[in-house]
């Protein structure tokens, strides 16, 4: 599972429960402890930003090592994992840019790159590499007209759903677990009606924006940024075990020699296959002949067939082998073959006529049977079989 290659860390998981926490305070109390608070954990939330970012940098590194490595069989994965990366940088900036509009309506002081931070200021790097400190990180009234009124929450929110359907566009259906996990991260749905405080209908934008400080504001984004690259990770893990997903794994190799046929008529060419086979020993596929399962061994299965009367005959099959995905397929295939009755070839090697009393050479064949496999006899003579004739 994708989900599985990037899990929260213990120090993703406290920085959660702070922003929860802290979400739930607000309702209480907008002290300048909790504006502190908001501002610790907005820091903590920006760190770990870059270290997904860092880790998300070396999946699609290792993407343009198998690239070179493998075009062929990466090219689809790679172009699905550049189209994630692209959606993701888009997402990112737009929330970003909420972010500094949000910090320019409320007011803000531009600090010089070499001029060292305040560690009571809450400060934003923006897009541009300027870093503007908040001049007054408890201001309620501009996130909630930014945000709710002029529903720049309610874009944000589309952008958010439309990333999540992208997402999961590039998962098989099969996934479930991972499906769940992208919808858990950026779920865009209204919270259930609380009628234990009164039944009060809320919208994802009013849960998340509405009459909070500036502080809480910016710190709620930085979490979505977080959700969106805790996706992207998800993601390209994901769509890097594809690469290798249906492929088989072999552990025995050996030389195979497939002829046209081991009799060959005298005049004629002989023909044959030869290719290096792969076989794994730890599973045998499942072969039907004829729509009956045969034994199989040392991954083989034997087809006999006693002939009785001559005729252009044919048989099928289908071989079943599961991938390493679990995934079962089949491959179906089909021969003929002919028989023919034997003919029997008989000529004089010296003279057209028998001699009572002499040799008389005379050469007898059947095609596609050795000569020491024939048995002749006649009537008022003796057949001697001399040499290979």
Same mark, same amino acid.
């Given at each position: 599972?994708? *989900?599985?290659?990037?899990?929260?860390?213990?120090?993703? !998981?406290?920085?959660?429960?702070?922003?929860?926490?802290?979400?739930?305070?607000?309702?209480?109390? @907008?002290?300048?402890?909790?504006?502190?608070?908001?501002?610790?954990?907005?820091?903590?939330?920006?760190?770990?930003?870059?270290? @997904?970012?860092?880790?998300?940098?070396?999946?699609?590194?290792?993407?343009?090592?198998?690239?070179?490595?493998?075009?062929?069989?990466?090219?689809?994965? !790679?172009?699905?994992?550049?189209?994630? !990366?692209?959606?993701?940088?888009?997402?990112?900036?737009?929330?970003?840019?909420?972010?500094?509009?949000?910090?320019?309506?409320?007011?803000?002081?531009?600090?010089?790159?070499?001029?060292?931070?305040?560690?009571?200021? #809450?400060?934003?790097?923006?897009?541009?590499?300027?870093?503007?400190?908040?001049?007054?990180?408890?201001?309620?009234?501009?996130?909630?007209?930014?945000? /709710?009124?002029?529903?720049?929450?309610?874009?944000?929110?589309?952008?958010?759903?439309?990333?999540?359907?992208?997402?999961?566009?590039?998962?098989?259906?099969?996934? $479930?677990?991972?499906?769940?996990?992208?919808?858990?991260?950026?779920?865009?749905?209204?919270?259930?009606?609380?009628?234990?405080?009164?039944?009060?209908?809320? &919208?994802?934008?009013?849960?998340?924006?509405?009459?909070?400080?500036?502080?809480?504001?910016?710190?709620?984004?930085?979490?979505?940024?977080?959700?969106?690259?805790? *996706?992207?990770?998800?993601?390209?893990?994901?769509?890097? *075990?594809?690469?290798?997903? +249906?492929?088989?794994?072999?552990? !025995?190799?050996?030389?195979?020699?497939?002829?046209? &046929?081991?009799?060959?008529?005298?005049?004629?060419?002989?023909?044959?296959? @030869?290719?290096?086979?792969?076989?794994? $020993?730890?599973?045998?596929?499942?072969?039907?002949?004829?729509?009956?399962?045969? =034994?199989?061994?040392?991954?083989?299965?034997?087809?006999?067939?006693?002939? &009785?009367?001559? +005729? /252009?005959?044919?048989?099928?099959?289908? /071989?079943?082998?599961?991938?390493?995905? +679990?995934?079962?397929? &089949?491959? =179906?295939?089909?021969?003929?073959?002919? @028989?023919?009755?034997?003919?029997?070839?008989?000529?004089?090697?010296?003279?057209?006529? #028998?001699?009572?009393?002499?040799?008389?050479? #005379?050469?007898?064949?059947?095609?596609? /049977?050795?000569?020491?496999?024939?048995?002749?006899?006649?009537?008022? +003579?003796?057949?001697?079989?001399?040499?290979?004739?």
């Amino acid at each position: 599972m994708a *989900s599985k290659n990037c899990p929260e860390t213990p120090r993703q !998981k406290m920085i959660n429960m702070m922003y929860i926490v802290l979400t739930a305070m607000l309702a209480l109390n @907008v002290a300048a402890e909790v504006l502190d608070a908001f501002k610790i954990v907005n820091v903590s939330l920006l760190e770990t930003f870059k270290v @997904v970012d860092m880790k998300n940098a070396q999946v699609y590194a290792r993407f343009e090592q198998a690239m070179a490595e493998n075009e062929t069989r990466v090219k689809e994965w !790679k172009e699905k994992a550049d189209y994630v !990366k692209l959606h993701t940088d888009n997402i990112i900036a737009f929330i970003s840019t909420i972010k500094e509009e949000l910090v320019t309506k409320s007011g803000y002081k531009t600090v010089g790159p070499n001029v060292p931070l305040n560690q009571k200021d #809450f400060y934003l790097a923006t897009l541009g590499g300027d870093t503007l400190i908040l001049s007054r990180p408890d201001d309620l009234n501009v996130p909630s007209e930014f945000l /709710i009124t002029q529903k720049k929450a309610t874009e944000l929110k589309e952008e958010i759903k439309k990333f999540r359907s992208e997402l999961i566009s590039l998962i098989d259906e099969s996934d $479930t677990e991972l499906i769940e996990t992208i919808n858990s991260a950026l779920d865009t749905s209204d919270p259930p009606i609380n009628y234990r405080e009164g039944g009060e209908s809320k &919208s994802w934008e009013t849960e998340r924006f509405l009459d909070n400080p500036l502080a809480a504001s910016l710190t709620i984004l930085s979490k979505m940024q977080i959700d969106v690259k805790n *996706s992207e990770a998800n993601l390209i893990n994901y769509l890097f *075990s594809q690469i290798d997903a +249906g492929s088989f794994l072999f552990n !025995k190799l050996g030389a195979q020699v497939i002829p046209n &046929s081991n009799i060959i008529l005298q005049g004629d060419e002989y023909i044959a296959d @030869v290719f290096l086979a792969a076989e794994d $020993t730890t599973q045998q596929p499942e072969i039907l002949i004829n729509n009956k399962q045969v =034994p199989v061994r040392d991954g083989k299965a034997t087809y006999r067939v006693t002939t &009785s009367e001559p +005729g /252009i005959f044919s048989w099928s099959g289908l /071989i079943k082998y599961k991938t390493p995905g +679990g995934v079962i397929k &089949s491959y =179906p295939f089909r021969q003929e073959y002919q @028989v023919t009755q034997p003919s029997v070839t008989m000529s004089a090697t010296r003279m057209n006529v #028998f001699y009572r009393g002499l040799d008389n050479p #005379f050469d007898v064949g059947a095609g596609g /049977i050795p000569h020491e496999n024939l048995e002749v006899t006649m009537t008022n +003579g003796r057949v001697l079989q001399r040499g290979d004739a």
